[in-house]
């Protein structure tokens, strides 16, 4: 992600534009980093619930 960000403002100010090739990623990696399903406590909640398991508070 920092190196993303760091790209990000190497490109200038022209990355903000939807047709700048950088911005589709940009925005890739911003939207795969936040997703939910890649959270730490989506995979700590699916392991609780395959070994039937209480899940952590």
Do not use: C, K
Request: aromatic share 8%; charged share 20%.
């Amino acid at each position: 992600m920092t190196l993303v960000n760091e790209a990000m403002t190497l490109a200038g100010s022209t990355i903000v534009y939807s047709d700048h090739p950088m911005q589709r990623r940009w925005r890739d990696v911003r939207v795969a980093a936040q997703h939910a399903a890649a959270s730490t406590d989506s995979y700590s909640a699916l392991a609780a619930a395959y070994f039937v398991e209480e899940l952590p508070a």
